[in-house]
């Protein structure tokens, strides 16, 4: 079973639409989460993080967890041909005394204007 | 806004040749890290560092492979005898706290030959 693991891609919504990601853990001793966006042959840049169950906005983004589902998911709103990338979920165990970032294979976005 | 910087950007070398990848940490950060990225594959941790040791390492981080903080404000990954493999995009990462967020840098693409 793969640690973290993404909705399979590649996902493709229209211009103005919502896109939806999802990411589901293995590790129920996971306590901090987070959403990177990648461009092609760029870094990961950070978009949400949340560490506790519910719903995290911001501005078009909304991040949301379930620990006692090991779900994450991420909410685009109003979706631009900007926001096409791909988007990686990433999970930090408490259990690792170094904090490393465990990261799922990313979904590919496409917003098609 | 501070960002975490890399140096080079590319780097060719030739298998059997060491490298010296360098990174420069957002000022205000205690936690450093590195990650790679093999081409089409996911963002793979390596190390963590703080207060001058490794707090954390993976399995893909062998005896080939060091990292230092010579001075205040660098932070290295040496790899000692490159192999074709190690070919990847190599990402330096930073964040003020053990559980916070980690901000990445632009990345050093290794090309070994």
């Known amino acids: 079973q793969k640690e973290v693991e993404q909705n399979s891609g590649p996902l493709s919504v229209p211009e103005g639409a919502i896109a939806s990601l999802n990411c589901t853990y293995s590790?129920?001793?996971?306590?901090?989460f987070f959403w990177y966006r990648q461009y092609s042959g760029k870094s990961p840049e950070l978009i949400m993080s949340?560490?506790?169950?519910g719903d995290k906005e911001d501005g078009r983004f909304t991040a949301q967890l379930n620990k006692a589902s090991q779900y994450v998911s991420l909410l685009i709103r109003d979706s631009q041909p900007s926001d096409s990338a791909t988007y990686l979920c990433?999970?930090?165990?408490?259990?690792?005394?170094?904090?490393?970032?465990?990261f799922g294979e990313g979904t590919q976005l496409t917003v098609n204007p | 806004e501070p960002e975490v910087t890399q140096t080079p950007s590319h780097q060719v070398t030739q298998m059997g040749q060491e490298v010296i990848l360098r990174c420069v940490p957002i000022?205000?950060?205690?936690?450093f890290y590195w990650y790679r990225q093999i081409l089409g594959q996911k963002v793979e941790f390596l190390v963590s560092?703080?207060?001058?040791?490794?707090?954390?390492k993976s399995e893909i981080f062998d005896d080939q492979f060091s990292v230092e903080r010579p001075d205040g404000s660098n932070f290295t990954l040496k790899i000692r005898s490159t192999k074709l493999e190690d070919s990847a995009m190599y990402f330096c990462?930073?964040?003020?706290?053990?559980?916070?967020?980690?901000?990445f840098g632009p990345g050093t693409r290794l090309t070994v030959l």
């Open positions: 990462a930073s964040s003020v706290t053990r559980m916070g967020e980690q901000f």
């Open positions: 590790d129920r001793g996971s306590q901090s």
């Open positions: 949340i560490y506790s169950n």
């Open positions: 990433a999970v930090k165990s408490r259990e690792t005394s170094g904090s490393r970032l465990t």
């Open positions: 000022s205000n950060h205690l936690y």
């Open positions: 560092f703080y207060n001058n040791e490794i707090s954390e």
